[in-house]
Structure formats: structure tokens, C-alpha cells
């Protein structure tokens, strides 16, 4: 049947109104939402139902299973393989000339560098890989040789703690690398020198020329530090409030201090215009107020009377994924470690109540910008909610961070009274670089910055170091850490990060809930 | 084919039926609209979309049914027929909010005034017309397709479309009446 007349045509122009009315964002997300909180409800329902059954079976199989073994394997000795593992290691060690998997470079040995990690690496991985668990030995603590700015910082500044030590890397697991600029900071290095580095060189080590603007990624210029100790008898004080002032009096930089009692502020970070310097700096909690002015780099304040946390610990923990093709490995690792992320915050933590709220974006042309949800007591919900979720899209290589920040920042209850206020970012590529996605960033961070809330990137391993410079400034200015995925052997050569000091390794769901744990104990 | 129904990539395509949330961005707005005409209320037709998409998700994770969907047209198809079924179904029970009703210009207010006014009529016919003008005229399914999804016969559905041409012809001839 066709009705192609002119009363057909005209119909079917009319119901093209149709496209217009859409639904709204929220409604798909309250939809997923609901899918997520039924999962859990079935998911409780059968547990019980089947925990009768699960008593008996299990039993019969543990008894079944110690007859087969006592048959079958009666000379079985689980230390054999072990013995071969440390076997292999101790062969990879000497070939090195190390006692470990340690490896120095000298500084002015350059630049094929990259070359000798990834002949070390490949004879390492060649040792091991006939281990039948696929284990292979590194170092996770590197130098770097590319840049004399960086060396004579690290030289400076880097402790060589734990140099020398090794991880066991199983190959099935992911792992991240931390380098916490706050912590490592040497004056007018660190971030400065990394722009330096970024202009003449990339991740990768080869000679691109990458071009940043002159006056800092994505308009924040952070070389101009000042660090703040609150201590109220002696005892750190969370929660503080820091405000720097400048010489008309006017605030221009407002952080919260961390669970150690420091908070950061920055010189002329946002606007190198104005006079932003900061002269003198008041903080305050609980009624008690200490003004200091702003002479050294390093400041303690005693905030003596202010009482000390002593109510309920709640963490606010978010994670904003970015959920385009490129991070799907990064988002399955996330899918599958967040729920033993969470227990281990709950078990290591007694007491502790933590909101999970998890947020995803990609960008203007895909099927969302930002799929935020909201902050949720019941985390099964939200982890409901991370696994209904997959990445899709490609397109350019730019993406909404910036959307997604201020999503996060301003669209969120964020709690006033949390211990601490997490904010991972997970990520591969930055947003673009145009003067409203920088006035977004600016926005999001300040108002990060005055809420307490710490960011803590997680890019990919491979991220170029436009994305690495803006994570790096977006922790540092928030009080959070810069946090990587590492690759393994095979892919070593993107993964040496020539940008960083010496950096740990660390297994995915360990390095996450060690980093959660610093901001809490 | 029909509209909406697209992805010749059979790798994307597994990769989206996998997915709930991949279906819901694909088919929302479809199984949206069905909800909003059928239901003319905005937050009833707002629950019956969730209802649809959580009925969809119970039937990927039917574990006696592993393999629900044979192809995207077929999960296009199983999406109205329950969107409709699930409307009726609310719209039977006593329990619909009679607070927010749906703006009588809903459509207008979207889009250029003349179309979306048409468009306001059309919905505004009874049910079966409705329906199947949108299924014919808007999701470009065929009579014999239309027949299916809604469990009636080629005939019944040619006859109802022809009389919801016929309303439809009527109305607008008043409407110019009333304008000259």
C-alpha cells in the first residue's frame, strides 16, 4: 500500500516534527538507574535462594575434589614452581649486572635511551615469559634522561626511596604509576620544566614538536607555589580553610587543607595580568582564624582550640570515565576492580561511609556529552550502573573533559561535611583547546579548589603530553595525584615516562585504594 | 529499510545488542515518541519508557532465551509492539496520574507551526489510527509489517489507515474552513 499522494506527503512532513521531541538526558539515565537497582535486587533474592543449595554442593564437591587429589596427585609440591619463577628472576638479574631489576641510566646518556629500556625490557620479558604464568620482573623506578631541567630538578628534589626494588608483573592485570607533583615540588621546576620538555619532545621520546600555549595549558600557569602545614596541637586539621589575599585585600586563591593538614595555594595561576600575588593568608575552622603573611613557600599554622575530626568519616568518591573505543581496556579494568576498590576502602577504613557517583562523557557529536548520575549511599548502584555502560565512538581525537568537569564540580551534591572529596578522571586525550574550553577548565578547577575536592587523573598509558601537562595541572592544583596506566613489557617503549621522577608500580585495585587511603588515614 | 534501523557493521552490531545502554541510546527517541502519543502525559509516558527499556533488559538476560533478538529489525519491531502493549496496559489501570497532562501543543511548541499543528491532529486521533499512521508514515513500516507488530490482520490495518486518512482529510479541510 503506498500513500505517496499529496495527503501522504503532507502527513509524513508533519510527523517529522516528531525529531524534535527528544528525551531528556536524565530520563535515560533514571532508566538505567532503575535497570541497575532491579540487577541488585535479583542479584540479593537469588543469593538467598541459592545459599542452601550452595552449602550442600560445596561441601560434596570439597569432598569429592580431596578424594580425586589424594589419587591422582600424591607427590604434588606447589613450591616447585615457584622455585623455577626464582629461578628465572635470579638469571635476568645478573645478565643486568643488578641484584635487581633496577636500572640507572646515567643522566647525560641520551637519547637512545628509549632503545636500551626496550632491549632491557625485552630480554627481561624473554627470561620470564616461558614462566607458565606469564610473569615477568621490572623495575618501577626509572630516571630520566631526556631533558637537563627535569634532571637537575630530580637531582634536587626526587627522593630515591624504594630504588632498587621490584614488582612481579602478571601480565593479566593492569597497572598505574603516581607521581604527585605537590609532593615532588622544587621551586619553579616540576610543571614548568615539563612545558619546557613538552615543546621539544613527546611521551614517546621522539622529536615532535608539540605546541603548547605560551602562557600554560589551558590557561592555568602553576610554578608559583606555597605550601601550608595546619596543625592544631600538633595534630593535622582536615578541613581547614585556606584563602590567599593580595595586596588590595581581595581573595585570589581559595583551597581547602587534606587529611595531613596541607593545602596549596598558587601565584598568578589563572590571570597573569593582574597583580594576583598573595601577601597574606588567613585560615580557618571551627570559629578559629590565624592570619600569617605570605613570605615563605613553606608555612605552618597553628590552629590551636579547633577541635580535631572526630565525627563520622564520609568519603564522596567520583570517577568520571571518558567512554569513547579508545578507553575500552581502561574501562574494563575500572568495570571489574571498582567493587574490590570499594571493599577494601570499607574494610581498611572501619566505619567509613562512602557516595559513589559515576559519570561519563564523549563528546559533541557522539550519543551524549556528559551521562552524569548522582551520588549514591548504595555503591551496588552505582557499580550497577558502571557495568551497564560500554565505550563506543571515535572521531576526533579531543574530547568533553571540560563538560565533564563542570558536570562534576557544579552538578553534583558533593557533601559538606565529607572527610575527603575524590574526583578521578579517567582519560586519554584532552578537550579542545579554545579560550570557553579553558574558561570551563579554569571554572571547574577553582571551584574544585575552594570545595576540597581533589582531582586525580588516571590517564592511559600512550597519552601525549598536551593530556599529561593538564592532568598533571589539574592534581597539582587541587591537591590531588597524577596517576598512569603502565603497559607491560611489550609495550614498554610508549610507556617509559620521561616526564616524571622515579614512580612506583602498582597493581590496579592496590594503586587506587592506596591512593584513596592517603587522603583518608 | 524502516528508520532508525541501521548498522551494517556486524561487529558494532554485537557489540551494541551486548549492551543495554547502547540499546536505549539507539531506539530512545523511537521508543519515546510511541509513549508520548499513546500515553499524552508526560510523566506516565515517561514511566512507561522505563518500563519498556527494563523489559528489554529481562529478555537480553533470559537465560532460557540466549538468543532473544535474530537481528536489529527484529529488536526495532519487539520494542513498539510491547511500547504499545505497555501503554495500553497503563493506560487500563487505575492508577494514572490525571495532575500533568501533556501540553495540547506539545508538538507545536517543538517545531514550525504549521507541520507540528498537523502533526497535533494526527496524534490526537483514536488510538488504532494514531498508531498505525505513525508506524506507516513515520517508521516507514509496510502494512504487512504493521500487521505483525500489532497482531492484526493486512486488512484490518489497510482499512484502519484509510480511514485515518479519511479523519485526517476532514480535519484539515474544517481547519481551512475556519481559517478563510
Redesign the interface.
Known amino acids: ?1 503506498k ?1 505517496d499522494d499529496s ?2 506527503l ?14 531528556d538526558e536524565s ?2 539515565a ?3 538507574e ?2 541497575a537497582k ?1 540487577n541488585l535486587t535479583q542479584t540479593t533474592a537469588k543469593r538467598s535462594r541459592l545459599n542452601y543449595k550452595r552449602i550442600s554442593s560445596v561441601a560434596a564437591m570439597f569432598i569429592l575434589m580431596c578424594i580425586t587429589f589424594s589419587i591422582l596427585c600424591p607427590k604434588y609440591t606447589p613450591q616447585k614452581e615457584f622455585n623455577h619463577y626464582n629461578d628465572n628472576l635470579s638469571t635476568c638479574s645478573q645478565s643486568c649486572g643488578n641484584n635487581t631489576a633496577y636500572y640507572d641510566h646515567s643522566y647525560n646518556k641520551s637519547p637512545n635511551l628509549i632503545d636500551d629500556f626496550v632491549e632491557f625490557f625485552n630480554y627481561s620479558g624473554k627470561a620470564l615469559m616461558t614462566d607458565k604464568e606469564k610473569k615477568s620482573t621490572v623495575s618501577y623506578s626509572y630516571y630520566n634522561s631526556f631533558n637537563s631541567n627535569i634532571i637537575s630538578c630530580l637531582e634536587d628534589g626526587i627522593s630515591n626511596e624504594n630504588v632498587g626494588e621490584s614488582i612481579v608483573i602478571d601480565e593479566s592485570n593492569k597497572y598505574i604509576g603516581e607521581w604527585n607533583d605537590n609532593k615532588n615540588w622544587v621551586s619553579s621546576c616540576s610543571l614548568k620544566s615539563l612545558s619546557a620538555l613538552s615543546s621539544s619532545i613527546d611521551s614517546s621520546g621522539s622529536s615532535t614538536v608539540i605546541k603548547l600555549p605560551t602562557d600554560g595549558v589551558f590557561g592555568m600557569t602553576l610554578t608559583d607555589r606555597i605550601k601550608i602545614s595546619v596543625i592544631s596541637n600538633g595534630i593535622p586539621v582536615n578541613r581547614a580553610t585556606v584563602i590567599g589575599y593580595n595586596e588590595k585585600d581581595c581573595a585570589v586563591y581559595k583551597a581547602v587543607s587534606d587529611n595531613n593538614g596541607r593545602a596549596y595555594l598558587f601565584n598568578n595561576v589563572f590571570d597573569k595580568s593582574a597583580d594576583n600575588k598573595i601577601k597574606y593568608i588567613e585560615v580557618s575552622k571551627n570559629d578559629v582564624t590565624e592570619t600569617i603573611n605570605a613570605g615563605a613557600d613553606i608555612i605552618d599554622v597553628d590552629l590551636s582550640g579547633t577541635a580535631v575530626e572526630a565525627d563520622e568519616k564520609i568519603l564522596d568518591l567520583m570517577f568520571i570515565i571518558n567512554t569513547k573505543s579508545s578507553m575500552k581496556d581502561e574501562f574494563e579494568t575500572i568495570k571489574n576492580s571498582i567493587s574490590d576498590i570499594i571493599q577494601n576502602i570499607r574494610s581498611q577504613n572501619p566505619g567509613i561511609k562512602v557516595r559513589l557517583s559515576i559519570n561519563f562523557y564523549r563528546d559533541k557529536s557522539e ?2 556529552l556528559t551521562r552524569p548520575f548522582k551520588f549514591f549511599e548504595n555503591t551496588d548502584i552505582a557499580i550497577n550502573i558502571m557495568k ?3 565505550c ?1 565512538g571515535s572521531g576526533d581525537y579531543e574530547e568533553a573533559l571540560d563538560y565533564a568537569l563542570v558536570n562534576a564540580v557544579y552538578e553534583h551534591s558533593w557533601s559538606d561535611n565529607a572527610y575527603a572529596k575524590l574526583l578521578f578522571v579517567m582519560n586519554d586525550s584532552p578537550p579542545r583547546q579554545t579560550v570557553e574550553a579553558n574558561a570551563r577548565i579554569i571554572d571547574a578547577v577553582k571551584t574544585a579548589t575552594e570545595q576540597g575536592i581533589r582531582i586525580i587523573p588516571v590517564t592511559s598509558s600512550g597519552t601525549d603530553t598536551v593530556t599529561e601537562f593538564l592532568a598533571r595541572s589539574l592534581a597539582t592544583a587541587t591537591g590531588g595525584t597524577y596517576t598512569f596506566f603502565y603497559k607491560n613489557a611489550g609495550d614498554i617503549k610508549y610507556d617509559v615516562k620521561n616526564t616524571v621522577g622515579n614512580f612506583k608500580l602498582y597493581e590496579f585495585t592496590e594503586g587506587i585504594t592506596k591512593i584513596i587511603n592517603e587522603y583518608l588515614q | 529499510m524502516p528508520k532508525g534501523g541501521v548498522s551494517p557493521d556486524a561487529d558494532l552490531r554485537s ?2 545488542c ?5 540499546l ?2 539507539r531506539y ?2 523511537m521508543v ?2 510511541l509513549c ?1 502519543i499513546n500515553m499524552k502525559h508526560q510523566y506516565d509516558a ?1 514511566d512507561a ?2 518500563d519498556v ?2 523489559k528489554l ?1 529481562l529478555k537480553l538476560n533470559n537465560k532460557d532465551d540466549t538468543d532473544p533478538f535474530e537481528n536489529e529489525e527484529h529488536i526495532k519491531a519487539w520494542l513498539i509492539r510491547v511500547t504499545i502493549n505497555q501503554c495500553k496496559t497503563m493506560k487500563n489501570t487505575a492508577s494514572r496520574r490525571n495532575d500533568v497532562q501533556l501540553d495540547e501543543n ?3 511548541s ?3 507551526p504549521y ?2 499543528g ?2 497535533d491532529y ?1 496524534l490526537e486521533l483514536p488510538d488504532k489510527y494514531h498508531q498505525v ?2 508506524l ?3 517508521e516507514q513500516y ?2 504487512n509489517e504493521i500487521a505483525d507488530m500489532l497482531s492484526r490482520s493486512d486488512g484490518a490495518i ?1 482499512t484502519a ?1 484509510t480511514r485515518a ?1 479519511k479523519l ?2 476532514k480535519i ?1 479541510e474544517r481547519r481551512s474552513k475556519d481559517e478563510t
Not at chain 2, 18 to 22: E, G, N, Q, R, W
Open positions: 500500500m500513500h495527503l501522504g503532507l502527513i509524513k512532513e508533519s510527523l517529522k516534527s516528531l525529531d524534535n521531541i527528544k528525551p530520563l535515560k533514571k532508566t538505567l532503575r535497570i532491579y550519543l551524549y551497564s555502560q560500554s563506543l | 557489540d551494541i551486548s549492551d543495554i545502554s547502547a536505549i541510546d530512545s527517541d519515546y515518541h508520548i515517561e519508557y522505563q527499556f527494563l533488559h506539545f508538538i507545536s517543538a517545531s514550525d507541520h507540528a498537523i502533526a494526527i499512521i505513525y506507516f508514515y513515520y509496510s502494512t489497510r489507515l486518512r485526517i482529510k484539515l
